[in-house]
């Protein structure tokens, strides 16, 4: 058994951790109230207006297609995945990683495949295969539409350019502060809705649809991004609260096991010290 001054440090060590991984755990709580609030706020808007473009986009004629929703022979692929700077948030960067690799290995095997970063983790774990072409992971620096739209102009303009015939998204959608998914979204190109659609009856369209489509796209893909990274942002925040609020879970059960063995043995070191000093009386009186 360890001796009572080991104990005593193994109890402050667990401590100091202890307070760490609480303290950790409250600023997460704190940004995952303001991230959650944003991105429950934007989705609705954004599955809106990319359930019209859809919509729109499946009745047009072949030849008065957008140039985004144009079917190539798939070859070159890139895919955009989006994790995090920092770690101590469970499994969340590692579903992204793990997604990532199962899309290279399998989806797209025999393709040319390449891999846009957002965030260090993601960045980390693929820059020495040599297939990161880019790495955004500043973009957390200063989220904004503005600057992640920037981001959308250059996957647009690397499609168009037929630079790549596939750009698929990587993130993590958030549900709660418990539970991301995993989500893998075709970015470009354009995926019409399946079956009819009826959108001649709910909308009236001035000026024409293909002018509208032309419009809307730009705004569409940009938004679609956008949305991405917030959902991943505020999955960041629930994912290492949920983390640090079991990692101080843990670690008060290990204090509380180390007290117990403390006590233990101090109570054995007392109790033997007692029997030396009766011994010794005893001793002495014989």
């Known amino acids: 058994m360890a001796n009572l001054k080991e104990i005593r440090n193994r109890i402050s060590s667990v401590s100091s951790t202890m307070q760490i991984t609480s303290a950790m755990k409250m600023v997460s709580a704190a940004k995952l109230k303001k ?5 429950t706020a934007m989705r609705p808007y954004a599955d809106k207006l990319t359930e019209l473009l859809q919509s729109l986009s499946a009745t047009l004629d072949a030849d008065s297609g957008s140039q985004y929703s144009e079917e190539r022979d798939i070859k070159n692929v890139l ?3 989006i994790s995090s700077n ?11 990683i793990k997604q990532t690799q199962h899309l290279i290995d399998n989806v797209h095997s ?5 891999v846009i970063a957002i965030g260090k983790k993601i960045n980390d774990a693929f820059s020495k295969k040599g297939i990161v072409v880019a790495n955004h992971s500043s973009i957390y620096d200063d989220l904004t539409f503005d600057n992640v739209a920037t981001i959308a102009e250059v996957l647009m303009d690397k499609f168009v350019t037929g630079e790549f015939d596939k750009i698929e998204i990587v993130y ?3 549900k709660n502060a418990a539970t991301q998914i995993v989500m893998t979204e075709q970015f470009l190109p ?3 809705v399946e079956g009819e659609a009826n ?3 709910d909308y009236v369209f001035e000026p024409s649809k293909i002018e509208i489509v032309e419009q809307l796209i730009p705004k569409s893909l940009k938004t679609q991004l956008y949305k991405g990274i917030r959902d991943s942002f505020a999955s960041e925040h629930g994912a290492r609260m949920t983390a640090m609020h079991k990692a101080t879970d843990n670690a008060t059960e290990l204090r509380d096991q180390l007290k117990l063995t403390y006590n233990k043995a101090r109570q054995a070191s007392i109790t033997n010290e007692i029997l030396e000093i009766v011994g010794g009386a005893e001793a002495l009186n014989n």
């Open 35 to 39: 991230a959650q609030d944003a991105i």
């Open 79 to 81: 895919i955009v995945s």
């Open 86 to 96: 920092r770690g101590l948030a469970g499994a969340f960067n590692s579903n992204i």
């Open 110 to 114: 025999g393709k040319k495949v390449s």
């Open 172 to 174: 993590n959608k958030f």
């Open 190 to 192: 354009i995926v019409p």
């Open 199 to 201: 959108v001649n009856s």
